[in-house]
């Protein structure tokens, strides 16, 4: 069974970048029809998909965060990455990767598809 574990520093200072690594099993992140997303949670607010790469590398990314959101994978190491530039408080969330077999920029639920377990990234001096 594909499983997918996010792994990072769960503190990280204002304007620095947040970065990252869902690392994956039971799968090949290069798997034709899956897409590979960030998903993140604020506290107190829902889901927002932030971005995705796609089993041939190709990457998508939210309007309101492409301009500081990265998204990189390591074949060799079935994993893929993702960079926040420039964080601030708001920033503060539960960070998610997850598989999905269509590429979804809206209406994320934690029933469907596969998901990481998350994990808190707090953004804070």
């Known amino acids: 069974q594909v499983q997918l574990q996010e792994s990072g520093p769960g503190l990280v200072r204002p304007s620095q970048t947040l970065s990252l690594t869902c690392a994956v099993s039971?799968?090949?992140?290069?798997?034709?029809?899956?897409?590979w997303n960030w998903i993140r949670q604020p506290p107190g607010k829902g889901l927002e998909w932030m971005g995705a790469?796609?089993?041939?590398?190709?990457?998508y990314y939210s309007p309101s965060l492409k301009s500081r959101t990265s998204i990189s994978r390591d074949t060799s190491k079935n994993q893929f990455t993702l960079q926040l530039r420039s964080v601030t408080p708001k920033d503060t969330a539960v960070y998610y990767c997850?598989?999905?077999?269509?590429?979804?920029?809206?209406?994320?639920?934690?029933?469907?598809?596969?998901w990481g377990q998350g994990t808190q990234v707090t953004v804070s001096s």
């Open positions: 039971g799968d090949s992140i290069t798997t034709y029809y899956y897409y």
């Open positions: 997850a598989r999905s077999n269509t590429l979804k920029t809206a209406g994320w639920v934690r029933e469907n598809d596969t």
């Open positions: 790469i796609a089993s041939s590398g190709s990457t």
